[in-house]
């Protein structure tokens, strides 16, 4: 069955660096779309950045742009997110999740039907 695994997450100060790993099985990666969302307490889920399957295109939530970065490694079946200048505002829970698609990708929860367990990420002094 489809399986995604999240792991990196860690307590980091502000102005740390976290990189985040999707290990996926199950499907062939580089037929899906693959997606970070978070979700810290008391606060609705949200994207954070998503890569498409084909082109490698991404999009990024504008509160991590220049932060963060998406990247994919099909043949390792891996997915990553590189967090850097990390912020108290990014502690949440991250998860993965994969969606099949051909073209662009977008931050919306319901193209998505696979998804991990998700990491968690504290930023604090």
């Known amino acids: 069955q489809v399986q995604l695994v999240e792991s990196g997450g860690g307590l980091v100060q502000p102005g740390g660096s976290l990189r985040l790993s999707c290990a996926v099985s199950g499907l062939t990666l580089g037929r899906y779309a693959i997606a970070w969302f978070r979700q810290a307490p008391g606060k609705e889920r949200e994207g954070v950045s998503c890569?498409?399957?084909?082109?490698?295109?991404?999009n990024y939530a504008d509160s991590v742009k220049g932060r963060f970065t998406i990247s994919r490694d099909n043949d390792r079946n891996t997915a990553y997110l590189q967090m850097n200048s990390l912020k108290p505002e990014d502690t949440a829970l991250y998860y993965c999740?994969?969606?099949?698609?051909?073209?662009?990708?977008?931050?919306?929860?319901?193209?998505?039907?696979?998804w991990g367990q998700g990491t968690h990420v504290t930023v604090s002094s």
């Open positions: 890569i498409s399957p084909s082109d490698f295109s991404t």
């Open positions: 999740a994969a969606s099949p698609t051909g073209g662009v990708c977008y931050l919306s929860d319901g193209d998505y039907g696979y």
